[in-house]
């Protein structure tokens, strides 16, 4: 059974962001019947808004570890307040990822470690090199941090190899697991890989996921639920009805009859 049995968003609020959007207009009774839930829609519906509010209300803990005050949730923070949940656990056992946190976790442990590297080239020759590399470690939180929980540079990893990394390390117990577009760091090969580790996952621990994607792929996931929002509503439907999965399978059968323009 799902943790999070049901959601809505109660306010008659229409205005201004992120009032205006479809994802809080039309987030009535969304149940959740299934561990897997995709949420659907077109760019500007809100989906990410709507999955960061539930994150921010949960406090679930993200990538870096830092405070959701300090991240900019402008808008969950807003509507918190409107949020009604139907759920059973004790406290927001789980993780939030958010693609564009991870790339911006592994940019800035780059930048910081290049600019670290910089700050102590003056001490080359009077200091040992081994001394010197241990003083790095030790001023570069974030990246003497990945290394303790990630095991690994994941540097060294390709962009999706990072991620399903992190992805292993975090997902290993019972919890509530918010994906914000995942696709985003995965190529289609990675995002089988994906969910062959969600089933995985769930063969072991009683968990749930919600996952805002644009990846018809993702969305075939046996037994998920599905709801796709439009600017006129938010409902539960299949996967042969999502836009998203008809246009791509439509293109895939006949592409020369999409880009015939083009030539």
Not at 108 to 116: C, P, T
């Amino acid at each position: 059974m799902p943790y999070i049995s049901s959601l809505n968003i109660q306010t008659d609020r229409m205005k201004p962001f992120p009032f205006d959007v479809p994802s809080i207009q039309f987030a009535k009774n969304i149940q959740f019947p299934s561990p897997v839930t995709f949420i659907i829609g077109d760019n500007g519906t809100g989906k990410s808004t709507l999955l960061e509010t539930l994150a921010y209300r949960l406090q679930l803990p993200h990538i870096d570890g830092s405070s959701y005050h300090k991240r900019g949730f402008t808008a969950a923070k807003l509507l918190v307040p409107f949020l009604e949940l139907d759920w059973d656990i004790e406290r927001g056992v789980g993780f939030f990822f958010r693609a564009e946190d991870f790339g911006d976790f592994i940019n800035s442990i780059e930048r910081q470690d290049a600019k670290l590297h910089d700050d102590l080239n003056s001490l080359h020759g009077e200091v040992p090199d081994q001394i010197i590399k241990k003083m790095k470690e030790s001023a570069n939180y974030q990246l003497h941090h990945m290394r303790k929980n990630y095991g690994q540079k994941l540097q060294a990893f390709s962009h999706g190899e990072a991620y399903l990394q992190i992805m292993h390390e975090k997902i290993n117990q019972r919890g509530i697991y918010l994906l914000d577009e995942p696709e985003a760091a995965l190529s289609p090969s990675k995002q089988l890989s994906l969910m062959y580790f969600i089933h995985e996952h769930l063969q072991n621990h009683v968990s749930q996921f919600i996952i805002v994607t644009h990846a018809p792929m993702l969305m075939a996931y046996p037994g998920a639920t599905l709801y796709e929002i439009t600017k006129n509503n938010m409902s539960q439907v299949a996967l042969e009805d999502v836009e998203h999965y008809s246009i791509t399978k439509s293109f895939l059968n006949n592409p020369e009859a999409y880009l015939r323009f083009l030539k």
